[in-house]
């Protein structure tokens, strides 16, 4: 059974930082390109980072470039997305994605809030 757990969402003040998690099982992790996306309310769900199943080439939206750090751990099947620096515009559901070639998978989704 095919599984993308994220965790590590929460509240956080505007400056502060948080790490998400996801981990993935039930597929063969290291094959696939991962991603985070996140969707605000009343907003599309946009892509915020990428990483490929193999290299360092790394892609991040816009509005997190220089903020935030994406990773992966392809022994104990996790990627990561190091947020720093967070703002009340971050406030969203992320979402971890799993791609490679027509396969596809997501996970249900960590909520992030910035509030003071």
């Known amino acids: 059974q095919v599984q993308l757990v994220e965790s590590g969402g929460g509240l956080v003040q505007p400056g502060g930082s948080l790490r998400l998690s996801c981990a993935g099982s039930?597929?063969?992790?290291?094959?696939?390109?991962m991603r985070w996306y996140r969707q605000a309310p009343g907003k599309e769900r946009r892509l915020v980072a990428g990483?490929?199943?193999?290299?360092?080439?790394?892609n991040y939206s816009d509005a997190v470039k220089g903020r935030f750090t994406i990773s992966r751990d392809n022994v104990k099947n996790i990627v990561y997305l190091q947020m720093n620096n967070l703002q009340p515009e971050d406030t969203a559901v992320y979402y971890c994605?799993?791609?490679?070639?027509?396969?596809?998978?997501w996970g249900q989704g960590t909520q992030v809030t910035v509030s003071s």
């Open positions: 994605n799993a791609i490679y070639g027509p396969l596809q998978y």
């Open positions: 039930g597929f063969t992790f290291s094959r696939f390109d």
């Open positions: 990483i490929p199943s193999v290299g360092a080439r790394r």
